[in-house]
């Protein structure tokens, strides 16, 4: 689990990633930054992917394989790793990350954490 | 200036720590005062920060003033200090039954009904979700606590047709633009099956933007401005076009995420254009 971390956290721009619950929100493994709270950032991800979901799934758009919520001075990005209930790969990043790094390296982490 | 207000405001003036604060504040904002509802609310609140009743006073001014992304912030803050709080759980799942979720409506008020399984204000909510359905235009609250005044008008009279008009052939299909409280203004989506999910979708998107809006602020990443999702059969991107409506862009597979988050960029130029126009 901390291998994959590892891999995405050295993309640069990427100031933490982290495996979440997506069923309670809890930390299941972390490597942030300082001043990141783990805590939060799991709760928030796995609320927003749950609302998400039921969005994407009455749309016919099936459940996401990734998602990306770009803020003024960040982006969220998120790789659910399973079905539902299951783990979600996420990384906190700065707004001028490379994005589709960023979401290879969210992907390759969630094959690995399976 | 009422009797029973001038009194609380003499009581607070002269001990500003009290709690008083709570009922001047219900009393000016069940008078319609929302402005110094407000301002009695925030004092109130930055002195005592920790208090449930503080945060749920705010939470129903804000909902009296439609700022519903900082009630439901203010609600559940006060859950998270006394999760058995009755009023701020009534208040998110009226906030909830707002946007369409109904299982999140039902499973706050139950909760409430663990807490006062005498309340028959619950018991009217309930009844009124499950035979309101989905995203009520003006729902009464379920909180006698919480009595919002009614949403905005919808846009019914607005011409939906050419909002995206241009736009990608100009089909209004899989684009859908909605107001805050997750009435359609525009636009149309259908599922892989043909069938019309636009009512649907849009109930569900209120939710996801107040989501988004608490995730982004509540981790310091400041404004939200867009989210980009692929699903297994489409990939869709959410943005807002103003401060109270909401954009959907919904396509298949086979566009990438780069150029849809282009083509969203181009219909939320388009629909902030038809909007300032038409309101």
Request: no cysteine; proline share 4%.
């Given at each position: 689990?901390?291998?994959?971390?590892?891999?995405i956290?050295?993309?640069?721009?990427?100031?933490?990633?982290?495996?979440?619950?997506?069923?309670?929100g809890?930390?299941?493994?972390e490597?942030?930054?300082?001043?990141?709270?783990?805590?939060?950032?799991a709760?928030l991800?796995?609320?927003?992917?749950?609302?998400?979901?039921?969005?994407?799934?009455?749309?016919?758009?099936?459940?996401?394989?990734?998602?990306?919520?770009?803020?003024d001075?960040?982006?969220?990005l998120?790789v659910?790793?399973?079905?539902e209930?299951g783990?979600?790969?996420?990384?906190?990043?700065?707004?001028?990350?490379?994005?589709?790094l960023?979401?290879?390296?969210?992907?390759?982490?969630?094959?690995?954490v399976? | 200036?009422?009797?029973?207000?001038?009194?609380?405001?003499?009581?607070?003036?002269q001990d500003?720590?009290?709690?008083?604060?709570?009922?001047?504040?219900?009393a000016?904002?069940?008078?319609?005062?929302?402005d110094?509802?407000l301002?009695v609310?925030?004092?109130?609140?930055e002195?005592?920060?920790h208090l449930?009743?503080?945060h749920d006073l705010?939470a129903?001014v804000?909902?009296?003033?439609?700022?519903?992304e900082?009630?439901?912030?203010?609600w559940?803050?006060a859950?998270?200090?006394a999760?058995?709080?009755?009023?701020?759980l009534k208040?998110?799942?009226?906030?909830?039954?707002?946007?369409?979720?109904?299982a999140?409506a039902?499973a706050?008020?139950?909760?409430?009904?663990?807490?006062?399984p005498?309340?028959?204000?619950?018991?009217q909510a309930?009844?009124?979700?499950?035979g309101?359905?989905?995203?009520?235009?003006?729902?009464?609250?379920?909180?006698?606590?919480?009595?919002?005044?009614?949403?905005?008008?919808?846009?019914?009279?607005l011409?939906?047709?050419?909002?995206?008009?241009?736009l990608?052939?100009?089909?209004?299909?899989?684009l859908?633009?909605?107001d805050?409280?997750?009435?359609?203004l525009?636009?149309?989506?259908?599922?892989?099956?043909?069938g019309?999910?636009?009512?649907?979708v849009a109930?569900?998107?209120?939710g996801?933007?107040?989501?988004a809006?608490r995730?982004?602020k509540?981790?310091?990443?400041?404004?939200?401005?867009?989210?980009?999702?692929?699903?297994?059969?489409?990939?869709?991107?959410?943005?807002?076009?103003?401060?109270d409506?909401?954009?959907?862009v919904?396509?298949?597979?086979g566009m990438?995420?780069?150029?849809?988050t282009?083509?969203?960029?181009r219909?939320?130029a388009?629909a902030r254009?038809?909007?300032?126009?038409?309101?």
């Amino acid at each position: 689990m901390s291998k994959a971390l590892d891999l995405i956290t050295r993309v640069r721009g990427v100031r933490g990633a982290m495996l979440v619950s997506a069923e309670d929100g809890l930390v299941v493994a972390e490597q942030l930054m300082e001043g990141i709270k783990g805590s939060a950032v799991a709760a928030l991800a796995a609320s927003l992917a749950g609302k998400l979901r039921r969005a994407m799934e009455a749309a016919g758009t099936g459940t996401s394989v990734f998602w990306h919520l770009q803020a003024d001075q960040g982006a969220l990005l998120v790789v659910p790793a399973s079905g539902e209930g299951g783990i979600l790969v996420v990384a906190v990043a700065e707004p001028d990350v490379n994005i589709g790094l960023v979401r290879l390296e969210l992907l390759r982490a969630a094959e690995a954490v399976v | 200036m009422s009797d029973d207000i001038r009194a609380l405001s003499a009581q607070l003036a002269q001990d500003p720590q009290s709690l008083v604060f709570l009922r001047l504040g219900e009393a000016l904002r069940r008078k319609g005062q929302l402005d110094q509802a407000l301002r009695v609310a925030m004092n109130g609140l930055e002195r005592h920060p920790h208090l449930a009743d503080a945060h749920d006073l705010y939470a129903r001014v804000l909902t009296d003033k439609h700022d519903y992304e900082r009630a439901f912030d203010e609600w559940d803050m006060a859950v998270r200090i006394a999760p058995n709080h009755t009023g701020a759980l009534k208040g998110l799942a009226f906030l909830y039954f707002k946007v369409g979720d109904i299982a999140q409506a039902e499973a706050h008020l139950e909760r409430a009904r663990k807490v006062e399984p005498g309340d028959p204000s619950i018991d009217q909510a309930f009844e009124m979700i499950r035979g309101g359905g989905k995203a009520p235009a003006a729902p009464s609250p379920p909180s006698a606590a919480a009595s919002p005044a009614a949403p905005a008008p919808a846009a019914g009279s607005l011409d939906e047709a050419r909002v995206f008009a241009g736009l990608d052939g100009g089909s209004n299909e899989g684009l859908l633009l909605v107001d805050g409280a997750g009435r359609v203004l525009g636009g149309a989506l259908r599922d892989g099956g043909g069938g019309d999910v636009t009512d649907t979708v849009a109930a569900y998107l209120a939710g996801v933007s107040l989501e988004a809006a608490r995730t982004a602020k509540l981790l310091g990443l400041g404004a939200w401005n867009g989210l980009s999702a692929e699903g297994q059969h489409g990939n869709v991107h959410l943005a807002h076009p103003t401060s109270d409506a909401l954009l959907l862009v919904v396509r298949e597979r086979g566009m990438p995420l780069g150029r849809l988050t282009i083509l969203a960029q181009r219909a939320t130029a388009m629909a902030r254009r038809w909007l300032e126009k038409e309101t």
